[in-house]
């Protein structure tokens, strides 16, 4: 990713969902922060799905934010790289009960070019 691409990402996009410092707030698996490095995005997922589907609109082909190409994604701390695709959303399928569902942040190693 190019640094001028990852400046004007960061600009307009901080976080997917609400943000919130207090520990009442109940996360859904829209709740998504990024952070990146290099030409990784690093998408924290605050709530994993029962379904094990994941849609982040804002690295999506409609929000036009990202200009780079998706290569792959990887789960941190498995081996597993789900499926994906790119269109309105980045769309990610890794499958009812792969990973426990539940209120334990997973981060998706998103690598880009």
Same mark, same amino acid.
């Given at each position: 990713?190019?640094?001028?691409?990852?400046?004007?990402?960061i600009? %307009?996009?901080?976080?997917?969902?609400?943000?919130? @410092?207090?520990?009442?707030?109940?996360? !859904?698996?829209? #709740? +998504?922060?990024?952070?990146?490095?290099?030409?990784?995005?690093?998408?924290?997922?605050?709530?994993?799905?029962?379904?094990? %589907?994941?849609?982040?609109?804002?690295?999506?082909? @409609?929000?036009?934010?990202?200009?780079? !190409?998706?290569? #792959? +994604?990887e789960?941190?701390?498995?081996?597993?790289?789900?499926?994906f695709?790119?269109?309105k959303?980045l769309?990610?399928?890794?499958?009812?009960?792969?990973i426990?569902?539940? @209120?334990?942040?997973?981060?998706?190693?998103?690598?880009?070019?």
């Open positions: 990713m190019k640094k001028e691409e990852y400046l004007s990402l600009d %307009e996009v901080i976080a997917q969902g609400p943000y919130t @410092d207090t520990y009442d707030k109940h996360f !859904t698996s829209e #709740d +998504i922060r990024f952070t990146s490095k290099s030409n990784h995005i690093y998408a924290t997922v605050l709530h994993w799905p029962e379904d094990g %589907e994941i849609h982040i609109k804002a690295l999506g082909n @409609d929000m036009k934010l990202l200009k780079s !190409t998706i290569r #792959d +994604i789960i941190l701390g498995t081996d597993l790289h789900p499926a695709a790119r269109n959303e769309d990610i399928s890794c499958g009812r009960g792969v426990e569902a539940g @209120d334990m942040p997973v981060v998706l190693k998103i690598t880009v070019e």
